[in-house]
T-cell receptor, first 115, second 111 residues
Framework: DVKVTQSSRYLVKRTGEKVFLECVQD?????MFWYRQDPGLGLRLIYFSYDVKMKEKGDIPEGYSVSREKKERFSLILESASTNQTSMYLC??????????????FGSGTRLTVV | RKEVEQDPGPFNVPEGATVAFNCTYSNSASQSFFWYRQDCRKEPKLLMSVYSSGNEDGRFTAQLNRASQYISLLIRDSKLSDSATYLCVVNMWGNFNKFYFGSGTKLNVKP
C-alpha cells in the first residue's frame, strides 16, 4: 500500500522554537506539497517541490521554509514558531507531469500547537 | 472572494435520505474538479472526479455546471458511514500548483 508518512501526529512547541515537520513518501513521486488546514479556511498551500532541491512558494509561505534533499523526503521548517502557526499540517505527493487533484495522496497530518 | 466556497453545514440527515451539496468556484478558467472526503482527524481522500457530462459512482453523483460555476455532489440512500466532511477541489489546467480546496461541508447521517 502506497504511503505518505508524516513523522509526528501531534506536536507541542514553544513560541520562538525552530520546528521541523518531516514527510516521507514511498511512491517515487516527483511532486510534494505542504498544506495547512484551519477551520473555515480549508487547505492552504504553503510550499511545494517538483524535484529534488527544487521548491516553489505556495499561497502562504511567510514564516516557513522547506527542504528537499532526497526525492522521498520533504521537510517543512518553522524558523521561529508563533501561536498563529498552530494548525493541522498535511503533506501530499503526486506523480510527475500535470499534478491532478485525483493523484493527491495525503499523509495523516501533524497537529501542531504552539504555546 | 475565496476561490472555492462551500456551505460548511452541518447537514444532518437520517439514514436512507438523499442529500446534495454544492461548491462554487470563482475562476471561469478552472478545468479540473474533484470531491474529496475527510473523516474526523484524518487526511482527505479522493472520493471522485467531476466530469463535464456528470458522473456516477454507486450512490454518489457528481455534476458540473460551468455556466453557473458550481459543482455538486448528490448522495442517495445515505449510510451512517457517509458521515464526514466533503471537500471540493478545483484546479486550472497548466498550473499544477494551484489546487484550491474548499473549506468543506460537514455531513452527519443519523440512525
Amino acid at each position: 500500500d502506497v504511503k505518505v508518512t508524516q513523522s509526528s501526529r501531534y506536536l507541542v512547541k514553544r513560541t520562538g522554537e525552530k520546528v521541523f515537520l518531516e514527510c516521507v513518501q514511498d511512491m517515487d513521486h516527483e511532486n510534494m506539497f505542504w498544506y495547512r488546514q484551519d477551520p473555515g479556511l480549508g487547505l492552504r498551500l504553503i510550499y511545494f517541490s517538483y524535484d529534488v532541491k527544487m521548491k516553489e512558494k505556495g499561497d502562504i509561505p511567510e514564516g516557513y521554509s522547506v527542504s528537499r534533499e532526497k526525492k522521498e523526503r520533504f521537510s517543512l521548517i518553522l524558523e521561529s514558531a508563533s501561536t498563529n502557526q498552530t494548525s493541522m499540517y498535511l503533506c501530499a505527493s503526486t506523480p510527475a507531469g500535470q499534478a491532478r487533484g485525483d493523484g493527491y495522496t495525503f499523509g495523516s497530518g501533524t497537529r501542531l500547537t504552539v504555546v | 472572494r475565496k476561490e472555492v466556497e462551500q456551505d460548511p453545514g452541518p447537514f444532518n440527515v437520517p439514514e436512507g435520505a438523499t442529500v446534495a451539496f454544492n461548491c462554487t468556484y470563482s475562476n471561469s478558467a478552472s478545468q479540473s474538479f474533484f470531491w474529496y472526503r475527510q473523516d474526523c482527524r484524518k487526511e482527505p481522500k479522493l472520493l471522485m472526479s467531476v466530469y463535464s457530462s456528470g458522473n456516477e459512482d454507486g450512490r454518489f453523483t457528481a455534476q458540473l455546471n460551468r455556466a453557473s460555476q458550481y459543482i455538486s455532489l448528490l448522495i442517495r440512500d445515505s449510510k451512517l458511514s457517509d458521515s464526514a466532511t466533503y471537500l471540493c477541489v478545483v484546479n486550472m489546467w497548466g498550473n499544477f500548483n494551484k489546487f484550491y480546496f474548499g473549506s468543506g461541508t460537514k455531513l452527519n447521517v443519523k440512525p
